[in-house]
């Protein structure tokens, strides 16, 4: 079983950054990807972006270019570096991870969420 640790969330100012990060833990496993998603009250959880092993990385377009995610693969750590942050941001963020189990499907587990709100 992986375990998703994360931290970092908190209320900043408009125009501030924050930076997430989540640890993976747990008995042998392999990640395929990790990533961060985000849901606002009354709206569905929607992507945020995802990093593969190898460094390939998918974002949000909405989000491209304020937001960047990186890994540490020795650590089994994601980060989300949020910069220029807007009130819209405001939401629950929550950690991803995929991990490859072999003879079945590959298997998502989450984190708990940590709450970033964003003033005005």
């Known amino acids: 079983q992986v375990q998703l640790v994360e931290s970092g969330g908190g209320l900043v100012q408009a125009g501030g950054s924050l930076r997430l990060s989540c640890a993976a833990s747990?008995?042998?496993?392999?990640?395929?990807?990790m990533g961060w998603y985000r849901q606002a009250p009354g709206e569905q959880r929607e992507l945020v972006a995802t990093?593969?092993?190898?460094?390939?990385?998918n974002y949000a377009d909405s989000l491209k270019g304020r937001f960047t995610i990186s890994r540490d693969n020795a650590k089994n750590t994601v980060y989300l570096q949020m910069n220029s942050l807007k009130p819209e941001d405001t939401a629950v963020y929550y950690c991803?991870?995929?991990?490859?189990?072999?003879?079945?499907?590959?298997?998502?587990?989450w984190g708990q969420g940590t709450q970033v709100t964003v003033s005005s």
């Open positions: 990093i593969a092993t190898g460094g390939t990385t």
């Open positions: 991803n991870a995929v991990v490859a189990v072999p003879g079945f499907p590959t298997r998502d587990y």
């Open positions: 747990g008995r042998k496993f392999s990640i395929n990807a």
